[in-house]
């Protein structure tokens, strides 16, 4: 209750009562956006409506500094509520459903190994398959589909599970509809995702979606879930759900399924299959305020017309991240091709969002049509498919050649490049004991030319930036060692560069691995022990950095 306050006018009393916390004042969800009076006691950042949402915030002892926006261009998506480091964990999400893809070989439906028709163990309720009878007899994700299937006397034979028949693909839509009655708050977040049926209809799946539908209500006489049920939980399965298992199943997260996609993402996501978990880490520092995206496609090194047309197929929608609208794409200019005309400038779309965009050279103004653009595209590319990964000298021409069509740093060029960055140390006449330095000094380059690409339309601490700093430093150590040993160098300039590499390779391991690396601030000599314990470094590398922890000054 408030008294003997003196108000000048009625605004200056809005202003100092609404800056009074009224703990009736409803706030908004941080998840599902309802009106709610529960607020998070650790962090005091978000409210939430019931328990299940304030887990999903906080799901042990740490909060998650997240929480979900909405506009009616991007629908939902989520939003930093405080500044994120690099590397710090954003989000875990538990699979809400698991299980086989729309097109698929058949997998067990425990494990999701594939599995032969010929070989398959048969569950001996309903006839689905299982790998072997450890899976059978465990069978813990079986449950549902194996009650509803085995309802109709007729077991599945194997007939039935060819590659598209949508029989084990309707094993997950049972899955899913299933929670309406197992889990209903978790269904209730499944409800609410979006499901593309508008487009998914004039798509190859719808056919697939009717035989699964075909399969259901006639095969199994299921009637609890109509028509628009399954169709649209295979919608939704299509539209928000992601691959696990080696592109063999289908996993869906409801609360990661709101992260938008951004070409130039700041989080990254890793998924553990095994448990069906996925964790959402800061690729680079986010601030307050700041949307967290993620990359929804696997393949970075797209032209911006391929790329965007291939968002359009899989999503349903016109991606306009910073990298689509730009032309130059953040000025790595991945797309532009070498202009045939003033052999000056180079060739971009004019209007980078519009498809069909006539392309022209920013400084001749030389147009050609996106046609045209793609048609040399893809003559480049079956001409750069044909060269063997192994051949060195031939993709080494290609690079001096190409630049009179590609930019230098076009998408196929950056693909040779790295094909070709790894080649050095592994192709035949030119693995790591037959390496010059000159050779060496070749790979650096190559590397750094990636990273100095990947840093504007990848930027942060990536996978693919740990693994080129893993690699090099490799070969640096081993240049190092060389000198060592010819005495070109003196132990204190080896000791000088064996202390960057440790250092860089500090740096490798936390962005291999995608989360922050409790490691060993100390010694040089205990920090290279540290590594050595590091599996993902290799029994290789290992053996090298135990060789020279045996000289005597290290």
């Not at 060496?440 to 990848?458: N, P």
């Not at 022990?529 to 590398?541: D, H, P």
Request: aromatic share 8%; hydrophobic share 35%; with cysteine.
């Amino acid at each position: 209750k408030v008294t003997h306050l003196h108000y000048n006018s009625k605004r200056d009393q809005e202003i100092e009562m609404s800056s009074l916390e009224n703990p009736l004042k409803p706030k908004s969800c941080f998840l599902c956006g309802v009106e709610c009076y529960k607020t998070c006691e650790y962090c005091n950042n978000v409210s939430y409506c019931k328990e299940s949402h304030r887990k999903v915030h906080r799901p042990g002892s740490d909060c998650f500094h997240f929480t979900i926006a909405h506009s009616s261009s991007a629908g939902r998506y989520m939003v930093a509520t405080q500044d994120i480091s690099a590397l710090d964990l954003i989000l875990v999400d538990e699979a809400a459903v698991l299980g086989p893809k729309l097109q698929h070989q058949p997998v067990c439906l425990e494990c999701f190994e594939e599995v032969g028709l010929d070989t398959f163990i048969p569950c001996r309720m309903c006839g689905l398959p299982f790998c072997s009878d450890k899976c059978r007899l465990a069978a813990s994700r079986h449950r549902a589909e194996c009650d509803y299937v085995g309802r109709c006397g007729q077991k599945i034979g194997k007939e039935e599970l060819g590659e598209n028949s949508g029989v084990l693909a309707a094993v997950t839509v049972i899955r899913l509809l299933s929670l309406k009655h197992d889990q209903p708050d978790l269904y209730e977040s499944i409800e609410k995702l979006e499901d593309n049926m508008k487009d998914m209809k004039l798509s190859e799946d719808w056919i697939i979606q009717e035989r699964i539908i075909k399969f259901l209500q006639e095969r199994c006489g299921i009637t609890d879930f109509s028509k628009n049920d399954i169709n649209r939980a295979l919608c939704i399965l299509k539209s928000n759900g992601c691959n696990l298992a080696g592109f063999r199943v289908r996993g869906l997260f409801p609360t990661f399924s709101l992260i938008n996609h951004s070409c130039v993402r700041n989080a990254r996501h890793i998924v553990n299959s095994n448990e069906g978990i996925i964790e959402v880490h800061a690729q680079r520092d986010i601030a307050a305020g700041e949307e967290i995206n993620i990359r929804y496609t696997t393949d970075i090194l797209e032209t911006v017309s391929t790329r965007r047309k291939n968002i359009k197929a899989g999503w349903y929608f016109d991606c306009s991240c910073i990298r689509c609208k730009d032309k130059t794409e953040c000025g790595s200019y991945t797309s532009a091709l070498s202009c045939q005309i003033c052999k000056a400038g180079y060739v971009l779309p004019a209007k980078p969002l519009q498809f069909g965009s006539v392309w022209e050279c920013e400084n001749c103004g030389e147009e050609m049509t996106e046609d045209e653009e793609e048609f040399l595209y893809k003559k480049m590319k079956n001409s750069l498919d044909r060269i063997d990964a192994s051949d060195v000298k031939g993709m080494e021409q290609v690079l001096s050649l190409a630049k009179n069509i590609l930019h230098p740093n076009h998408c196929l060029l950056l693909g040779v490049k790295q094909t070709l960055f790894t080649a050095y140390g592994s192709a035949p006449g030119l693995q790591l004991q037959d390496l010059t330095p000159q050779h060496i000094q070749r790979k650096i380059k190559l590397a750094d030319e990636l990273i100095e690409v990947m840093d504007k339309i990848d930027p942060g601490l990536t996978a693919l930036k740990g693994r080129i700093l893993y690699e090099v430093d490799r070969f640096k150590l081993v240049m190092a060692m060389k000198s060592l040993q010819a005495r070109t160098i003196s132990i204190k300039e080896f000791l000088f560069i064996l202390e960057q590499i440790i250092t860089e390779l500090e740096q490798a391991v936390p962005w291999i691995a995608g989360e922050k690396v409790d490691m060993v601030a100390s010694s040089l000599r205990e920090r290279m022990m540290w590594l050595v314990s590091v599996k993902m470094l290799g029994e290789g590398y290992r053996m090298m950095l135990n060789t020279v922890m045996k000289l005597p000054y290290v």
